[in-house]
């Protein structure tokens, strides 16, 4: 177990009235170990979208049993969730299945 602290790698919003997030840089700050999920009420999904570059093109992540697609489902109250499947990957999205509502915040939580 490590001895670390925890501390924020980087954050992706969602605006009202969109539904994919801005690009976080995961390798510029440490290793992920989690994701900080704000309270959703739209009875939507919540997916992770990844890219081999910055700017590149983005995809749904995939379990790493490839049973489908990484998602939760939204209308719970805030929630943390740990994201193994995201470990090798550097450049991040959120993608909503529908908007918002208001603009929401993911905050990616690692160790150095």
Avoid at 21 to 27: D, H, P, T, Y
Avoid at 39 to 54: E, K
Wanted: a negative charge; proline letters at 6%.
């Amino acid at each position: 177990m490590s001895n670390r602290p925890p501390k924020i790698l980087g954050t992706a919003t969602v605006a009202n009235g969109a539904t994919l997030s801005n690009e976080v840089n995961l390798r510029e700050s440490g290793k992920l170990v989690g994701i900080e999920c704000p309270a959703l009420t739209n009875n939507g999904t919540v997916n992770i979208h990844i890219a081999n570059t910055s700017g590149g093109t983005y995809r749904p992540l995939l379990l790493s049993d490839l049973s489908g697609n990484w998602e939760i489902a939204s209308g719970t109250e805030n929630l943390f969730v740990f994201v193994p499947d995201l470990a090798p990957f550097q450049f991040v999205k959120i993608k909503l299945g529908t908007d918002p509502g208001a603009d929401s915040l993911f905050v990616f939580i690692g160790i150095q």
